[in-house]
């Protein structure tokens, strides 16, 4: 526990201010809880007890260390029995106006020494600090939900915070077992800055008919290895909550295009679809159970023949090993006849650019996204003039060859291609802006949002001039400059360096 800041004094009892309280005391903080309701003051204070209580019986801390937590936890009735602590942490209603109202009082309620900190997932720190006399004592501390499991907590610096409050608080955070991350004041800090881009552009996608939810949801989380789909994300959040973060980073943002909403989402909020929580979303629920919808039944009657010239080395070699079990021709030069698909392997490109440019047929011809290999999940791509025919013959081979297809309709970059780029570069422009450090960021969206990777640390995997020229077709084929490359990213994939390379190399 850091010897400076031993007295802490949490404001509201709410869900995030009783994990804050747990997360305090369990580090071994004295603990003073208020809330304006003192009803929910009391209950905040038996409901941090009961959850100390399950640590005791899982075995995460010991009845001493319960009793010892116990006796430095109370609820306080009265916001001056606040005036003598080491820092004050806010977790009242997300609203400028009640948080720069509380700032006011409690500035001339505590003393010189003591820290003012904001629990705001959103809001800016420097504008809350403006209405303080000492705004340099006023930073952001951002715990997530739920504050026991996630150990992440971003410091947020306001323009004006003295970099001794943001290196006391990093010390703190760190000294209760959690993990500080240091972070410039701006609209939706590190983690809901970087989160956009997951369900950003699978709404897009959408918006497009490229695919339906199920289907986008099915290949993030069977090709990418995402825990959810950003549907079931959405659901899950909650469309309103999701909407309003939405509006507010793109409003802040001065209506930057990366993070553009669309109107589906305010739709569907008007029409009370809000997803788990009214039971019905972009998915139903029944008792509180998730209906996923069929997956489309596929004539799996293979072909007597498949083309494979459309793709390279490595990927024909693996789809012909694939293959090579059944009884048909698996040609690399054009099929003369009308026995069965060719397959192609686009990059960022759509299947319609890439018939063209190859005068290939267009009614026999599908795409393949091969980026992340073809275990699990197939994503095939059709054109406009793809024949269903061809489809379910391209399909049956990857069904019989033990793998579950998707098929979409015709779009540059797939839509795993699509969403990745799109993470990265969110990921390298918020590098760009100094929001946070590199390795800050990779490690902030894996804890935080339990991303199977760090975005940039996946950018180098797959390589920046490959995330650059999925990028680069989309705002061609679009025209759309929410998927112009960030420069970070950019710069880099044209010196072949590591995303993870700071602006200034040492």
């Given amino acids: 526990m850091s010897s400076s800041l031993r007295l802490v004094g949490i404001i509201g009892a709410g869900l995030m201010g009783r994990g804050i309280a747990q997360a305090m005391v369990t580090g071994g903080a004295q603990v003073r809880l208020f809330d304006a309701n003192a009803d929910a003051c009391v209950s905040g204070v038996e409901n941090v007890c009961e959850m100390l209580q399950r640590s005791v019986s899982k075995g995460r801390i010991s009845q001493e260390q319960f009793a010892a937590c116990k006796e430095n936890l109370s609820g306080v009735g009265d916001i001056t029995q606040l005036s003598d602590c080491d820092l004050i942490i806010e977790a009242i209603v997300e609203e400028i106006g009640a948080k720069k109202a509380l700032f006011s009082k409690l500035d001339s309620l505590v003393s010189d020494k003591c820290i003012l900190a904001t629990n705001t997932s959103s809001l800016s720190v420097t504008e809350i600090a403006s209405a303080c006399a000492r705004p340099e004592r006023v930073a952001g501390l951002h715990f997530f939900n739920p504050v026991p499991v996630l150990k992440l907590v971003e410091i947020i610096a306001g323009i004006r915070t003295d970099k001794q409050i943001s290196d006391a608080l990093c010390r703190l955070i760190d000294s209760i077992g959690y993990q500080p991350i240091r972070v410039k004041d701006t609209p939706g800090f590190l983690v809901n800055h970087a989160g956009r881009a997951f369900t950003s552009e699978a709404l897009r996608i959408l918006s497009e008919s490229v695919a339906g939810h199920a289907d986008i949801d099915n290949l993030m989380r069977d090709v990418a290895g995402f825990r959810m789909g950003p549907f079931e994300l959405l659901d899950l959040i909650g469309l309103d909550t999701s909407l309003a973060g939405m509006e507010s980073v793109y409003r802040r943002f001065y209506e930057e295009p990366r993070h553009r909403p669309i109107p589906e989402v305010s739709s569907r909020v008007a029409a009370g679809l809000l997803g788990r929580k009214t039971g019905a979303g972009f998915y139903k629920y029944q008792g509180g159970e998730r209906q996923n919808p069929n997956e489309p039944v596929t004539p799996v009657e293979l072909p007597k023949a498949v083309y494979l010239g459309g793709l390279d080395e490595a990927a024909r070699t693996t789809i012909a090993g694939m293959f090579k079990q059944f009884d048909l021709r698996i040609e690399r030069d054009r099929l003369s006849g009308s026995d069965g698909p060719s397959l192609v392997a686009p990059l960022g490109e759509d299947l319609t650019t890439t018939v063209l440019r190859h005068d290939m047929d267009p009614s026999r011809t599908l795409a393949v996204d091969t980026l992340l290999g073809l275990e699990g ?96 077709s989309l705002v061609s084929a679009t025209g759309d400059p929410r998927y112009r490359p960030s420069l970070w990213l950019s710069r880099r994939a044209r010196l072949g360096v590591s995303l993870m390379t700071s602006n200034l190399a040492a």
């Fill in 377 to 472: 999940r197939v994503t095939l791509m059709a054109s406009p003039l793809t024949s269903k025919a061809s489809r379910d013959d391209a399909a049956a081979l990857f069904i019989k060859a033990g793998r579950n297809v998707t098929v979409i309709a015709d779009s540059p970059g797939f839509i795993v291609q699509r969403i990745l780029a799109c993470i990265i570069n969110v990921a390298s422009e918020i590098a760009q802006l100094g929001i946070a450090e590199p390795g800050d960021i990779d490690r902030a969206v894996q804890v935080a949002l339990g991303y199977p990777f760090g975005p940039l640390d996946m950018g180098d995997k797959l390589g920046a001039d490959r995330v650059v020229k999925i990028l680069e």
